[in-house]
């Protein structure tokens, strides 16, 4: 049986000289300087002429100024919170995934508990449109018991019971089953048997340059080596070089993605209905746009509508909005963003010209609804993907 985990959240310490870095606030300024220090919720950056410290819980986000690495053949496995880890699936142990960490050799192996693992791909492939394929697969798969996919198309339905370097075994209706584990493609547990509680204290999303995504709440850095503990309990040890962003979670920032929108229409070209994802694109791919992988955001088509509802309690709104790099050329809309029926912001997005566009914050100081929408621009419906990127709602108190 799978436990039920709970999480005991301690301060978060970053300590460092000379770490670029552009840090994002709640009050609209943008400071870009060195990370200096993040101690108790307090982050210091060091800028060209003197030192700035600020809440935590008043950031939208760090950017350091560290690239994606190249692909490297793996595994990979999603959370139930929408964090992933990439690296080998080694083996099962009793109620725990073990995950060998190939980004950072010598450390030892994670232990990820199965309750807070949704799904597992032996072999994440280095093909995005594959990567889409894959995803997609697996979210239209309707369970009640643990899912395991074969690599000749096939699936199987059961329970999970481990696997290790050579075979794979599972319950099913047939009796305890072993395969080789050379046949299994990806598998994903039964979700009534997710458990993966979030701590309400103030938290921070970690990006590593491989792509992996972890939730933490400790994290400190000597002498540019990262320590940190995720929330469910794994020690992490890596040179700040490999940290892509640092978002705090849980303060005045509250992300669009995590809110449920109070409607969405659509109305197609011709017959094709397309639906709005949540941190993922149009095609439920990742959201990359310019090159940029973003974990947090909306996916739409046009022409979309999607209303979310304020009811006055937010100050302001930020966002960047973008085609995303699977266009193929061809992509142009129109995106409006309104607040109580009224235009604040409109922009054209094109392949031949803007792509990817920061909208400037928009004050919702007693505003009752927001609205996203995106239009046909010249090309009709054609690669009309459209991605809503880091969109937040602030809290200025």
Known sequence: MRSVLFFTFIGLTVLNQLQAAELDQVGGNKLQGTLVEIKQNQITMQLKSDSKTVPAAETICIDLDHARLPWKKTGMVILANNDRILGELVRSEEEFLLIKMNLLPGQPEWRVPLETVTTAFFDWPASRFTRTELLKKADRQEQNDDLFFLKNGDHLEGEFISFNESSFRFDSSAGETS????????????????????????????????GTRVTVSELALSQEEVTAKTLFGVRLSCPLSLIETITPRGGQ????????????????YFNRKWDWQRNRNALRGPLISEGKEYFSGLGMHSAGELRFQLDGKYTGFQTLVGLDDTTNGRGDVEVLILLDQRVVFQQTLSDDQRRLVEVPRIDTTGAAELILKVEFGKNADMDDYVNWLRPVLLQIQ
């Open 179 to 210: 395969v080789p584990r050379a046949g299994i493609q990806f598998f994903r547990f039964n979700p009534e048997l997710i458990n993966f509680p979030q701590p309400d204290q103030l938290r921070y999303v970690v990006n590593l340059t491989n």
């Open 253 to 268: 920032v509250i992300p669009l993605s995590v809110l449920e929108p109070s409607s969405y229409r659509f109305t197609p």
